[in-house]
């Protein structure tokens, strides 16, 4: 593989999941953390608003590091196409657990935010969390693996 196309494409891995990881990791630590200290309606005025800003950046972010790190993979060998190949999966695992897990729970929190959340809402606002801690460590796993991949394609 030449050496532009190598870093053009290990650039745009390392680039696109840290920003995945990065923002995930920001609205664990963060976001997340601050919602179960406010009180539920501005938590679920907020949660609404966050979501209708957040779609295009976050499956744009998804798309980058998806198709980059299975580029990565494609145009490489060994543990470096292993490693890049896994890291891949992963990034289609937290756009999966996103699309199935957190999307459907937004759509009821938009729903509770201008009417009233049901009386389990506190067992359905946790598992939305655990979906966040799930997405999170997957992505945040997936730019560790393109990094240890993109040091792996240097030395050889």
């Known amino acids: 593989m ?5 870093g053009l494409v290990t ?7 840290g920003l995945l990881a ?4 920001y609205g664990v630590v ?5 919602f179960d200290v406010v009180p539920l309606d501005v938590r679920l005025t907020f949660h609404s ?8 950046v976050m499956q744009t972010a998804m798309a980058l590091a998806a198709l980059s790190s299975a580029a990565l993979a494609f145009l490489n060998r060994g543990r470096t196409r292993r490693l890049a190949g896994i890291a891949a999966v992963l990034v289609v695992t937290s756009f999966l657990v996103t699309r199935f897990g957190n999307v459907p729970i937004n759509g009821r929190i938009k729903v509770w935010a201008v009417t009233s959340a049901p009386a389990d809402h506190a067992a359905i606002l946790d598992r939305w969390e655990t979906y966040n ?4 460590v997957a992505a945040l796993t997936a730019f560790v693996l393109i990094i240890v991949a993109s040091r792996l394609d240097r030395v050889h």
């Open 2 to 6: 030449s050496n532009l196309r190598s």
């Open 11 to 17: 650039g745009i891995a390392l680039s696109s999941t």
């Open 133 to 136: 801690v799930i997405r999170t």
């Open 22 to 25: 990065g923002a995930f990791g």
């Open 49 to 56: 608003a966050l979501m209708q800003r957040n779609g295009v």
């Open 30 to 34: 963060n976001v997340a953390a601050t």
